[in-house]
């Protein structure tokens, strides 16, 4: 399901502005990505509070009454404490001074008369949408259960922009088109990625690592068309390095993305891109966290060890390249960085990054978590708030959240 993306003459997409839309005087339903990480009550990071604020400010500021929505982490569409929003909207409470109004009922009571009470110091807060099994499944019913009682839908909830669920796309059926409308952040990270497709500072890197060649297949075609170097780290560097004909040890190997990684190669070639490999690795000899690190002092892996993390000389090389770079792109941890002794790669990577004077992007849950985890991401150009839907939009998927918000 690919199409070419919907680019004016401006080089952006047409998706219709929260700042278009006359909200005085209506009450609106804003869907945001509060999925944040909790540790029992307690949120451990507040990136994605934070980056839904200017929305949240802006509805605020210019509507009648507005309701937030979100999901959070994987209730089974069900109820289920460990997954509710609660202690999001004490935080909200406090951050925007207002007094929260949470709301559990609304896929069987209407919204309408708890908003009619509101007063303009409150907010609402719908608890958990995957509470319900209507969420996932974009029902019908729920969708204009959502829907009822508002005048507008605000989606800033870009990390969900890849998914169909009612919050997303069926709950638009609500409304008037033009009364859909995206909010600040997915207007943010939409330009920051079309750009990236579309008008790259050249020499333009990418950065690609993390578990599997068959995840990243699609998303590297893509930007082969319109990079000038792709350095390979992660898991996934075996399984090129092992169809080159080096040895990997016991390294993950996908043997069955050969042909991937013969179709990335013959790409590259037409495409004039040079493909750096890893030179030498931090190794260990089974997957375990206290297994110790063995330096590999060059490309080849001996039997009985498996590459845990890129070594000191690929680092080197990764950071030159990176720095000499007007854009990079980084998608993919370069080694095991939940562990230690196998998170240098990773870290001096986002060193290099946050160095370079280059455009620097990062997309992917778990490589914004290794940028965060060595405290640089205030040092990068553009974080992206979502992992899959970053990674959906670059490969040009249409993608259902943004399409019902496009003229
Ligand atoms: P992202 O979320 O940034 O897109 P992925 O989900 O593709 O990244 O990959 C992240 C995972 O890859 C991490 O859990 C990391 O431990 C794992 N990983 C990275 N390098 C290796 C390696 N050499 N061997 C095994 N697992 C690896
Ligand atoms: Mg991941």
Redesign the pocket.
């Known amino acids: 399901m690919h199409f070419d993306l919907d680019i004016d003459q401006g080089g952006v997409m047409k998706l219709r502005r929260i700042q278009d839309l006359d909200m005085r005087g209506k009450d609106v339903l804003l869907r945001l990505d509060l999925n944040v990480p909790m540790k029992g009550d307690e949120i451990t990071d507040e990136t994605r509070i934070n980056a839904a604020l200017p929305t949240i400010e802006y509805v605020a500021k210019n509507s009648r009454r507005f309701a937030i929505c979100s999901h959070l982490g994987r209730p089974k569409g069900q109820p289920d404490p460990k997954y509710s929003l609660e202690p999001v909207g004490s935080r909200l409470a406090e951050i925007l001074d207002k007094e929260v109004v949470f709301f559990t009922d609304y896929a069987t009571e209407p919204t309408k008369p708890v908003l009619d009470q509101m007063t303009e110091s409150q907010f609402m807060l719908l608890e958990n949408l995957r509470f319900h099994p209507g969420e996932k499944l974009n029902d019908v019913d729920f969708s204009r259960r959502l829907a009822a009682g508002f005048d507008c839908y605000v989606d800033d909830a870009f990390g969900t922009v890849h998914r169909s669920h009612a919050s997303v796309v069926g709950v638009t059926k609500g409304f008037e088109p033009d009364r859909c409308v995206a909010g600040f952040l997915i207007q943010k990270e939409t330009e920051v990625m079309e750009k990236l497709i579309s008008a790259p500072k050249a020499p333009f890197t990418v950065v690609m ?4 060649v068959s ?2 297949i699609a998303v590297i075609l893509k930007l082969l068309d319109v990079c000038n170097n792709l350095l390979i ?6 399984t090129f390095l092992k169809f080159n004909g080096a040895s990997v040890g016991s ?2 190997v996908e043997d069955d993305c050969f042909d991937l990684v013969e179709s990335i190669y013959s790409q590259a070639e037409k495409r004039n891109v040079r493909i750096t490999l890893p030179c030498d690795h931090t190794a260990a000899s089974e ?1 375990s966290e206290t297994s110790p690190a063995v330096e590999v002092n060059e490309k080849d892996i001996p039997p009985g060890l ?4 890129i070594g000191p000389k690929t680092i080197e090389d990764f950071s030159r390249v990176i720095k000499a770079s007007g854009t990079v792109f980084w ?9 230690p002794e ?1 998170s240098l ?2 870290c001096g990577i986002a060193k290099a990054m946050a160095e370079s004077s280059a455009e620097t992007i990062v ?8 940028v965060n985890q060595v405290g640089l991401a205030a040092n990068m150009s553009h974080i992206s708030t979502g ?2 839907a970053s ?1 959906e939009f670059l490969e040009g998927k249409a993608l259902p959240g943004l399409r019902v918000l496009a003229f």
């Open positions: 690592g993390g578990a599997k995840d990243k780290g992660g898991a996934m560097a075996y390294s993950r997957f498996m590459g845990l993390d998608n993919g941890p370069m080694g095991v960085f939940e562990w196998f790669g990773s997309g992917g849950g778990d490589s914004v978590a290794a992992g899959g990674l």
